[in-house]
C-alpha cells in the first residue's frame, strides 16, 4: 500500500507540473489573477461533484473540527499565484523544482517538530543528504536552463530576468 500512495504522489507530482506550465502560459494571456480564478473555480466545482457523489458520510463536518485545520485551504492561494509568474519567469522546470525544494524542506521540519499535530519523524543524515541534493538539482536545473536560454537567444526577456 506504501508504495501505491508514492506511485500517486508522483503521479499528482507529475499533473501538478502540467497544470503549472498551463497556469504560467495561461496567466501570460489573459492575467495571473484569472488564471488563479479559473483553476480554484474549477477545482471546487469538480470537488463538489467528487463529495456528492463519492464522499462517504463523516462523523464531522467542517464546522466541527478546530479552526485552525481550515487554514490549509488557504495554502493552496499562494502556491498557484506565484507558480503562475514564476513559470512565465523562470521555466517550469526550475520552479517546480524550486517549489519541491521548498516542500522539503518544510516537511522535514513538520516531521521533525511534530508541527500540525503530526508524528514526529526525526531529522537524520540521509534526510539532510536529500535536501543538499535537490539544492543541488535545483541549481544545475536553473544554470542549464539560463544558459541555454541565452545561447539559444530564444528568449531574451526570460534570459535577462534570471540574472
Known amino acids: 500500500m506504501n508504495i501505491l500512495m508514492i506511485i500517486l504522489a508522483i503521479i499528482g507530482g507529475a499533473v501538478l507540473s502540467i497544470q503549472a506550465a498551463i497556469n504560467g502560459k495561461l496567466g501570460s494571456h489573459v492575467g495571473v489573477f484569472r488564471s488563479a480564478f ?20 463523516q462523523t464531522l463536518t467542517l464546522l466541527d473540527v478546530p479552526k485552525w485545520q481550515l487554514l490549509g485551504a488557504l495554502c493552496g492561494v499562494p502556491y498557484i499565484v506565484i507558480m503562475v509568474m514564476a513559470v512565465q519567469r523562470i521555466g517550469t522546470a526550475v520552479a517546480t523544482v524550486a517549489v519541491i525544494f521548498g516542500q522539503l524542506a518544510m516537511s522535514l521540519l513538520i516531521d521533525n517538530f511534530g ?49
Do not use: M, Q
Open 38 to 57: 479559473l483553476t480554484f473555480s474549477l477545482g471546487a466545482l469538480v470537488t463538489a461533484l467528487l463529495i456528492f457523489f463519492f464522499e462517504p458520510k
Open 115 to 163: 508541527w500540525l499535530g503530526n508524528e514526529a519523524i526525526h531529522f537524520s543524515a540521509t534526510r539532510l543528504g536529500a535536501v543538499v541534493c535537490l539544492g543541488i538539482a535545483l541549481i544545475f536545473i536553473y544554470s542549464s536552463s539560463s544558459s541555454t536560454s541565452i545561447a539559444d537567444g530564444k528568449s531574451t526577456r526570460r534570459a535577462s530576468t534570471r540574472h
